[in-house]
């Protein structure tokens, strides 16, 4: 038990729990900008990956097919270094990583929504137009909430690995919690803070399951 005792007096425990805290806060802010900005952004997205126009749609198409298909971590150092090369203009470390994370995000957002708004049988529309809904009041009161319901699944899958994928901001400098961890693990020279860490992102993706494991349920008179 003294052996215990000093090995947590040598790490300073109260302090790592501190800064770890702090960088926790770090990563809960990259989490909610970057859903803040990206959910919406994917419903522009899908727009232009259902337009009739084929100019619109085949370039949304390319846009996807770049971003779905290279690493959200060259994404970053792409956003963060090509402005000033190419344009001159910089952005700081923290907005570049929002930045990137919100155009990733919402190319991964924009087909799952695709796919539920497709899902959605012709018949759906076809009756709330007999029915005298407007297209607006059809998509917001038929339409929306099935497909809500029906892309619960995917959205929580992918905002679990938001979650996780706020640890690779730290390719950037951004003080977030697993950058924290590793500087932390490094000076003490101890697995302690990356323990912590875990512990963190796990109560996070823990959180995040049971609200999606409410909003299922809250939308369950649609199954």
């Known amino acids: 038990m003294s052996a215990l005792s000093a090995y947590f007096q040598r790490i300073r425990l109260d302090r790592l729990l501190v800064a770890m805290l702090r960088s926790s806060g770090v990563s809960l802010e990259v989490f909610f900008l970057t859903l803040l900005f990206a959910l919406p952004l994917a419903l522009l997205v899908t727009a232009?990956?259902?337009?009739?126009?084929?100019?619109?749609?085949?370039?949304?198409?390319?846009?996807?097919?770049?971003?779905?298909?290279?690493?959200l971590m060259l994404q970053l150092i792409f956003v963060y270094f090509a402005p000033p090369t190419l344009f001159h203009v910089g952005m700081g470390r923290f907005t570049a990583a929002i930045v990137a994370m919100v155009i990733n995000y919402a190319a991964y957002f924009a087909e799952i929504y695709r796919g539920g708004i497709q899902s959605i049988a012709r018949g759906q529309y076809e009756a709330a137009k007999v029915l005298g809904f407007t297209k607006v009041q059809t998509f917001v009161r038929v339409i929306l909430p099935q497909v809500v319901k029906k892309i619960l699944p995917a959205m929580g899958n992918e905002v679990i690995t938001l979650v996780k994928d706020t640890a690779l901001v730290q390719v950037l400098g951004v003080g977030e919690l697993f950058h924290v961890?590793?500087?932390?693990s490094g000076r003490l020279v101890s697995v302690m803070p990356l323990f912590i860490a875990g512990v963190f992102y796990f109560m996070m993706n823990w959180g995040v399951s049971k609200f999606f494991d409410f909003a299922e349920a809250r939308l369950g008179y649609y199954s």
């Open 48 to 71: 232009g990956r259902m337009s009739r126009l084929a100019v619109v749609s085949k370039l949304t198409n390319a846009f996807m097919l770049v971003i779905r298909g290279t690493p």
């Open 181 to 184: 961890a590793q500087t932390q």
